[in-house]
């Protein structure tokens, strides 16, 4: 079983930055990142494979980075010009072959105010 820890999360102003960690116990086929608004279903945000093939939701396209470092099974989610829009509890996923049961972190809030 796979254990995910996330970390990054907080407080930001209209057009400002987070980036957002994720570290797997163990090694992984693809990681990614779901967030949640209140009210709202759970929606991908990004996700990216080991071999570096990335995946965004329209929506957070030429805004959101993602990246991964293989060594650390350890993905990243560097946010820009964040929207008030981006406040949702943000969840680290991850399967550890395709077709393989969902992992999930215990989640992050990230939170868009002025």
């Known amino acids: 079983q796979v254990q995910l820890v996330e970390s990054g999360g907080g407080l930001v102003q209209p057009e400002g930055s987070l980036r957002l960690s994720c570290a797997a116990s163990?090694?992984?086929?693809?990681m990614g990142w779901y967030r949640q608004a209140p009210g709202k279903q759970r929606e991908l945000v990004a996700t990216?494979?080991?071999?570096?093939?990335?995946r965004y939701a329209d929506s957070v396209k030429g805004r959101f980075t993602i990246s991964g470092d293989n060594a650390k099974n350890t993905v990243y989610l560097q946010m820009n010009s964040l929207k008030f829009e981006d406040t949702a509890v943000y969840y680290c996923?991850?399967?550890?072959?395709?077709?393989?049961?969902?992992?999930w972190g215990q989640g992050t809030q990230v939170t868009v105010s002025s």
């Open positions: 990216i494979t080991r071999g570096g093939s990335t």
């Open positions: 163990g090694r992984v086929f693809i």
């Open positions: 996923n991850a399967r550890e072959y395709i077709g393989g049961a969902d992992y």
